[in-house]
């Protein structure tokens, strides 16, 4: 499957094909895994709706998404769950944590309020 293939019909088995949490026995761990790209577009649109950050627990989820699903593959599934809305969000973050630089989606406009909280960590 490449990469561009991403669609919502194949989501998990791409997930399950790129997942390296090498702990998970059992099937809910995967799928709890799975959910931490839902709680991450729920914490942004929070943050877009009522200017509430909750920046450590959106780091929180990020790391752990990355390192069970590989920093390719995790920015291919972001970029397929995120609406355009949360890339100037997540965008910061992501350069913050070495996933991508910062001429990568160039496109993307950051956050100038994430920005300057995620500089204060």
Known sequence: M???DLNDNNF???????????KCIIIEEFQEDLNRFKYVKRLVNRYLESG????????????????SFGIKASVHMLLHKLDDKHWPVIK?????????????????VMDKEVIEVLRKI
């Open 2 to 4: 490449r990469y561009d």
């Open 12 to 22: 998990a088995i791409f997930a399950a094909k790129h997942y390296h949490n090498h």
């Open 52 to 67: 509430k950050l909750s920046e450590r627990l959106i780091l929180n989820h990020l790391i752990v998404i990355f390192n």
């Open 92 to 108: 910061p973050f992501l350069i913050m944590l070495g996933y991508i630089t910062n001429h990568e989606l160039i496109d993307v």
